[in-house]
């Protein structure tokens, strides 16, 4: 289908305030019906809330402005009444039943019945179908909790594909995936776009926008900067809109100098804890210096994560091999004796197991720090205060107070809240599992500056990312894992992104 000249959604003069932030400020934008419409804008510039004004989860009333959908004012109550009309959103957060399989997720409270009873030949034929559509391998009978982030990315979108859809608004639905993972989306899209569906598409990544996108519109501090067709703007134009000044260069210079060896790792090994034939890491060894930046790149599935968490002593079963802080051996086994050691983790999925959403911004950055926030039995409020302002000012994180609840933030800024978390427990080592996932070009840059001054004042850093820029521009040395084991480590001066991914892809005994 072509895209046509009328317009399927228009949105009039929104305004939404929460306690304290005013979220939208008059925002209007329109979209094409059968048209890709790319959104984006800093963390915290209202591209999520916007969407759940849509979606019928901020409902009528709870703004100002008006809705038109198909040239009809909308006033949803629910988000059940706008999937009525067809709108479907994908949530930047996942939120799938871990317990439950592909199939009972995807139908959720929509089950296909048969006299009454759930008719599960359908249920799973279905499934089957709208897994196919959207490009992704694996059994309905899965459990979900056994899927990789990625793949519950992949189900997410397949569930939104149920029924007769219209408009589907995916809010950073790539930020978990892989390259491959990516292309087959953007594929998915492409077919969906020509079967007549609309979608609006969030994402911090340009490229993809500039890839995907017919239009694309930029908000900022909950305004609407503009709109514009893709072909007619620039990236640095695109990202000018974004931030209101002139881009600088994606990573900072490098201020750090590598000293002493601080932390070894030898023959690291673990397990995998649903079968304990198969290893999820083995045989790993590395150095890391104080003032240096370890990268560990990999595919998904590599081992990455299970690395880091099982060094952090919060990984399944117990490991083999040696853990050296300072050329002293050391066990861990568990995060408190890791953060005794001088360990910190910054983990990839932040809504599992980084931050408590209902607690406010306080409680979950001082929580691994009390013992040094302490006075004998009683927290040091003061000390408390004054740390948590600094680092809420150093990191830029955007929110009422620091009191307010952590689910309020905008993802970004939770991302950010994880990160101020573990530097306030003052690591030696720092361990950061894809830090920067769903964070903004501005911001990205202040982390990676923070890195490196982190770095330049001592202290040992790993970071693991599936973002192959970030590693080759951040890193000193990269560790390339592939399926548990280590394919090589290549220093920073040697390192491209064909070697890189051709060690990552077929492991050691390459290149
Ligand atoms: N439920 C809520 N209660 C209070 N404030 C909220 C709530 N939801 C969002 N906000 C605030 O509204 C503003 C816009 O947030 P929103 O989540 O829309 O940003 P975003 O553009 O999606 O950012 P990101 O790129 O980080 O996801 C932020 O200041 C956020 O803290
Ligand atoms: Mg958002």
Redo the contacts with the bound molecule.
């Keep these: 289908m072509q895209i046509g000249s009328s317009t399927l959604l228009d949105i009039r003069n929104v305004t939404k305030d ?2 304290g ?1 005013r ?1 939208l400020d008059n925002v209007s934008m329109e979209v094409k019906e059968g048209e890709i419409h790319g959104l984006c ?1 800093e ?7 916007l969407m759940k004004i849509l979606s019928g989860s901020h409902p009528y009333g709870t703004y100002e402005g008006q809705v038109f959908f198909q040239g009809e004012p909308v006033r949803f109550a629910g988000i059940r009444d706008s999937e009525a009309r067809g709108i479907r959103i994908i949530h ?1 957060e996942l939120a799938l039943v871990k317990q439950m399989t592909v199939a009972e997720n995807i139908f959720l409270g929509a089950e296909p019945a048969k006299h009454g009873i759930v008719d599960e030949m359908r249920l799973y034929s279905d499934t089957r179908e709208l897994l196919g559509r959207s490009g992704l391998n694996v059994p309905g009978t899965a459990l979900v909790g056994t899927l990789g982030v990625g793949q519950q990315q992949m189900v997410e979108i397949a569930k939104a594909l149920r029924g007769h859809v219209r408009l589907l608004i995916l809010d ?1 639905p790539t930020s978990a995936l892989n390259d491959a993972e990516v292309e087959n989306l953007m594929q998915t899209l492409r077919e969906l776009k020509h079967s007549g569906v609309t979608c609006i598409y969030i994402s ?1 990544k340009l490229r993809e926008l500039f890839d995907i996108a017919d239009h694309i519109t930029v ?1 900022r501090d909950g305004r609407c900067i503009g709109t514009a067709a893709t072909c007619d703007l620039t990236e640095d134009e695109v990202i000018a809109m974004m931030v209101g000044r002139a881009p600088t260069g994606r990573f900072p210079p490098r201020t750090r100098q590598a000293g002493k060896v601080m932390f070894s790792v030898r023959n690291w090994t673990v397990r995998n804890p649903e079968n304990r034939d198969l290893y999820a890491v083995r045989n790993i060894s590395f150095d890391v210096r104080a003032g240096e930046i370890l990268g560990i790149s990999g595919l998904m599935g590599s081992g990455r994560t299970e690395l880091l968490q099982s060094l952090f002593g919060e990984y399944g079963l117990q490991p083999s091999g040696e853990l050296m802080i300072d050329g002293k051996r050391h066990k861990v086994n568990s995060s408190r004796d890791a953060i005794a050691l001088g360990m910190g983790l910054v983990t990839e999925d932040r809504k599992n197991t980084g931050l408590i959403p209902m607690h406010s911004v306080t409680h979950n950055m001082t929580l691994p720090s009390l013992p040094n926030l302490s006075n004998g039995p009683m927290v040091d409020t003061s000390l408390e205060l004054a740390s948590t302002l600094g680092l809420v000012k150093e990191l830029n994180i ?3 107070s620091i009191e307010s609840r952590v689910e ?6 939770q991302q950010k809240v994880s990160i101020a978390k573990w530097l306030m427990t003052n690591p030696r080592i720092l361990m950061l599992d894809e830090p920067t996932r ?1 964070i ?1 070009v501005g911001t990205k840059y202040q982390i990676y500056e923070l890195m490196d001054e982190l770095a330049a004042d001592g202290m040992a850093i790993i970071m693991a990312s599936s973002d192959l820029p970030e590693i080759l521009g951040m890193s000193d040395r990269i560790l390339v894992m592939h399926a548990g084991t280590m394919a090589g480590i290549v220093e920073s001066e040697a390192a491209n992104p064909e070697l890189i991914m051709s060690l990552a892809a077929m492991g050691a005994g390459r290149g």
Excluded: I, V, Y
């Design positions: 929460f306690p932030t979220a804008g963390n915290g510039a209202g591209k999520s809330t930047q950073e911090h908000l955007r929110a009422p309020t933030l905008s993802g970004g800024n769903g903004d």
